[in-house]
Nanobody, 124 residues
Framework: QVQLVESGGGLVQAGGSLRLSCAASGRTFSSNAMGWFRQAPGKEREFVATISWSGGTTYYADSVKGRFTISRDSAKNTVYLQMNSLKPEDTAVYYC?????????????????WGQGTQVTVSS
């Protein structure tokens, strides 16, 4: 059974940092692009960051650029999202996802495996 399991969410004050992890099991995703998305209450799921299969290409939403960093450790079958300078508007459930291709995608409709999500709450 293929699973993506996110961890590392929690409550943090504005200006603080969190690192999210997404551990895959059941198959390797070393040849797949991976992404992070988030969904705040009452809002649609939105793109946060994506990384290519090699880790050589990354893209970020304008709202997180310069504050968040996506990375991967293919040996551990794990993707990370380092979040710095957090703002209250970053509060959401964060999801990781695997894309069927090697190349980064900002479109959540193209991802075919999803984790269950981890809550990130940023207090002001």
């Amino acid at each position: 059974q293929v699973q993506l399991v996110e961890s590392g969410g929690g409550l943090v004050q504005a200006g603080g940092s969190l690192r999210l992890s997404c551990a895959a099991s059941g198959r390797t995703f070393s040849s797949n692009a991976m992404g992070w998305f988030r969904q705040a209450p009452g809002k649609e799921r939105e793109f946060v960051a994506t990384i290519s299969w090699s880790g050589g290409t990354t893209y970020y939403a304008d709202s997180v650029k310069g504050r968040f960093t996506i990375s991967r450790d293919s040996a551990k079958n794990t993707v990370y999202l380092q979040m710095n300078s957090l703002k209250p508007e970053d509060t959401a459930v964060y999801y990781c996802a695997a894309h069927p291709s090697r190349y980064s995608s900002t479109n959540y409709g193209g991802y075919d495996y999803w984790g269950q999500g981890t809550q990130v709450t940023v207090s002001s």
